[in-house]
C-alpha cells in the first residue's frame, strides 16, 4: 500500500511535523551549546532514536532527520569534516527506521532536511555556489537513504532560501520551505518576509512558511499575510519562547522574570531562555489559532518537547497516542474534583 502523500494529507487536514532537535539534545546532555553539532546520529543513535519515537508518540507526522548543523562548513568548523557523510547517513537511516515503524493510524513520512549554512553573503558568489553544493551533496545523502520529502529550514537570507528549494526541487520530492527573519522583520539581503515566501510559491515550494526565531506572539501577523497572500499550504513552527514586539526573536530576549543569576553571555539565548518559556496552553492556542486561518502544516521548533507537539495536535483536533497521558486533573490529591478527595485537603488549596 503506497503512502499518502504530503500534498494528499494538508489537503485533508492537519499535518503535525517535530522539529527543535537541536535544543532538546543539548538540554538531554548530548549536545555542547553554542557549538550545537548534531553528533547525536553517531555518538548516541540510540538517544536521537529515543526523541523521534518520543516526538512520533506525541503525534508528529513527518520524522525530520537531525542534520540540521550537520553541513561541510560545520563540521569545517569543528575540524570533523570526514565525518559528514556518515553523519548525514546515520541520522537519516535513523528518522528512516522510526518512521518505518509508525504507531499512529498513519504511516509516518521521513524529511531530509537542509538549513542555514551561516556562511551565505548576498556580495560573494563564491559563498554562494559552495552553499549550494552543501545543500546538493545533503539532498542527495537524503534521496539515497529513502527520504518522502524534503524540509529546507531556518533560512534569514532570501536567495539562500531560494537556492535551496532550487536543489531541493531537482531531487523531485515534495518541498517544505521555511524563512526565519531576524529582528528586523526582513530578510537579511533586504527582501520582505512576505515577498520571500510569494517568491518561493513561484518558485514551486510545496509547503511554504516560517519556522523558529520567532514565538508564537511575533510569528503569528506574519503567518496572516503569508496565508492570504499564498495559495499553496503553508507551514508555521514557532520557538516556544515569548518573544515579544521589542524582541521578536529569542537572540536579544530579555529576561525580566526576576533572574537572581545572570548568564554568562551576552544574550540569554540560547542557554538561559527557560524562563521566558511559553506554556502548553499556548502553544496550543498558537496552533488553533493558525489552523483556524488555513495553516495546515503545524509544528514547533527550539524549545518543542513531546509535551508540546501532542498539544499541537490536540489544539487542531487529533487525537494521538500520547493522548492517552494527556493531563488529569480531576484526580489530583488537592486540585481535583473527585469524590475521594478529603475535603480538608481540598480546603487547603488557596494556601499551598
Ligand atoms: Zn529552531
Not at 53 to 67: M, N, W, Y
Not at 228 to 249: D, E, F, N, Q, W
Request: aromatic share 8%; proline share 5%; charged share 25%.
Amino acid at each position: 500500500m503506497s503512502k499518502e502523500s504530503l500534498k494528499e494529507r494538508l489537503d485533508k487536514g492537519p499535518v503535525i511535523c517535530a522539529e527543535g532537535f537541536l535544543f532538546e539534545i543539548e538540554k538531554r546532555g548530548y549536545m555542547a551549546s553554542g557549538e550545537f553539532v548534531p553528533m547525536v546520529s553517531l555518538d548516541h543513535p540510540e538517544i536521537l532514536e529515543n526523541l523521534h519515537k518520543e516526538f512520533q508518540h506525541a503525534g508528529s507526522d513527518i520524522v525530520q532527520a537531525f542534520t540540521y548543523n550537520g553541513h561541510r562548513e560545520k563540521m569545517r568548523v569543528i575540524g570533523k569534516e570526514e565525518l559528514l557523510e556518515p553523519l548525514n547517513r546515520a541520522a537519516l537511516k535513523i528518522a528512516k527506521k522510526v518512521a518505518t515503524n509508525h504507531i499512529g493510524k498513519k504511516k509516518n513520512l521521513m524529511a531530509g532536511n537542509i538549513s542555514n549554512s551561516n556562511i551565505w553573503n548576498q556580495d560573494d558568489k563564491n559563498s554562494q555556489l559552495e552553499v549550494e553544493k552543501m545543500f546538493r551533496e545533503m539532498v542527495g545523502w537524503a534521496v539515497d537513504e529513502g527520504a518522502d520529502i524534503l524540509i529546507g529550514e531556518t533560512f534569514y537570507y532570501a536567495e539562500e532560501a531560494y537556492t535551496a528549494l532550487k536543489v531541493m526541487k531537482e531531487s523531485g520530492l515534495p518541498s517544505v520551505i521555511t524563512i526565519a527573519p531576524y529582528g528586523q522583520n526582513i530578510m537579511r539581503d533586504g527582501i520582505s518576509i512576505l515577498d520571500t515566501c510569494k517568491e518561493l510559491e513561484q518558485q514551486g515550494g510545496d509547503v511554504v512558511g516560517m519556522n523558529c526565531h520567532r514565538g508564537p506572539n511575533t510569528m503569528l501577523p506574519y503567518l496572516k499575510e503569508i496565508r492570504k497572500s499564498l495559495k499553496c499550504h503553508v507551514a508555521g513552527l514557532p520557538i516556544t519562547y515569548r518573544t515579544t514586539k521589542a524582541h521578536p526573536t529569542f537572540f536579544n530576549l530579555p529576561d525580566k522574570n526576576g533572574c537572581s543569576c545572570p548568564t554568562p553571555h551576552e544574550t540569554t539565548f540560547p542557554t538561559a531562555l527557560d524562563p521566558m518559556q511559553c506554556s502548553r496552553y499556548e502553544i496550543g492556542q498558537f496552533a488553533k489559532e493558525a489552523y483556524d486561518l488555513g495553516i495546515n502544516y503545524l509544528g514547533v521548533c527550539c524549545g518543542a518537547n513531546p509535551m508540546l507537539i501532542r498539544e499541537v495536535a490536540e489544539a487542531v483536533g487529533l487525537t494521538v497516542p500520547a493522548s492517552k497521558y494527556r493531563e488529569k486533573m480531576d484526580n489530583h490529591y488537592m486540585f481535583g474534583k473527585n469524590k475521594r478527595i478529603p475535603k480538608h485537603i481540598k480546603d487547603y488549596r488557596g494556601k499551598a
